[in-house]
């Protein structure tokens, strides 16, 4: 494949492995333009560029099938008769189309996803989520103890200031 791409620029049509070279026009075709290539000076033969036959089978023995395959069907239907405009060819008599498909590039891309959150990434955030609902509610009832305290001593403190008041100690006696 590598030998043909530097040769010719392209890569024969049975090469079915997927790359992003051009592929060569009809091999019949290819023959009439190596009779004279424009910018090639030394006189290059259709078997030194395109690979033979037993080549050809001995790579489709090694290369693995397809991932998958997609099948398509077709419904045609015959509209109106040409038999009548079909002078001497065959094919147009005998309804017989031939179509050629035929790609510049067997281009590969590949679609890798990655999930949003992996199970490591969302127990990190759940738990942190946690640490700060417990953390507030940690502050907030320490806030709420805090206050019950005051509430609670407040009134004790303040009767004990009154009594010191109140009841001073050297003056009866």
């Known amino acids: 494949m590598e030998s043909m791409v530097k040769k010719m620029g392209c890569v024969h049509q049975s090469v079915s492995y997927p790359t992003n070279y051009t592929i060569c026009e009809d091999p019949g075709m290819r023959r009439i333009f190596l009779k004279n290539p424009p910018n090639v000076k030394k006189k290059i033969k259709f078997n030194d560029v ?17 991932c998958w395959e997609e099948s398509y069907s077709l419904r045609s239907e015959v509209k ?8 001497n060819d065959l094919n147009c008599e005998k309804k017989d189309m031939f179509l050629n ?29 946690m640490g700060m609902w417990l953390g507030i509610s940690l502050v907030a009832l320490f806030d709420f103890l805090e206050i019950l305290f005051c509430l609670l001593f407040y009134p ?10 109140a009841i001073p100690r050297g003056r009866f006696a």
Do not use: T, W
């Open 50 to 66: 395109f690979p033979s036959e037993d080549i050809l089978e001995k790579c489709k023995r090694e290369c693995n099938e397809a």
């Open 156 to 165: 004790l403190r303040s009767k004990n200031k009154l009594k010191k008041i």
């Open 80 to 87: 109106f008769d040409q038999a009548e405009k079909c002078s």
């Open 101 to 129: 498909f035929i790609f510049n590039r067997l281009e590969v891309e590949k679609f890798a996803h990655e999930p949003r959150y992996e199970s490591v990434e969302m127990f990190s955030y759940i738990g942190g989520y």
